[in-house]
């Protein structure tokens, strides 16, 4: 994870507004393996008050995601 102070500046996107597309070059996307239980999901699009309504393969394509991956911290 990035440092909040770094997000906008290595992303191109502030923090709330982060989204899957649209990045800086040289970013590496990848997806929530928690996303795939859901038909629709809700990424950020560019600010933090707005959004789109994507399927999991739209986001996939719009993405250029290089994997899915766990994100979460295993319970301990």
């Keep these: 994870m990035l440092p909040v102070d770094q997000v906008e500046s290595l992303v ?3 923090v709330g507004g982060v989204c899957p597309f649209g990045v800086n ?6 997806l929530d393996e928690s996303l795939k239980r859901f038909e629709t999901v809700f ?6 008050n ?11 394509r719009s993405s250029g995601y ?10 301990g």
Excluded at 43 to 48: E, I, S, V
Excluded at 66 to 74: H, L
């Design 12 to 14: 191109g996107y502030a």
């Design 66 to 75: 290089r994997a899915w991956i766990d994100v979460c911290k295993p319970r």
């Design 43 to 48: 990424p950020a699009c560019g600010t933090a």
């Design 50 to 60: 707005s959004a789109v309504e994507l399927t999991i393969p739209e986001l996939e």
């Design 25 to 30: 070059e040289g970013v590496q996307v990848y």
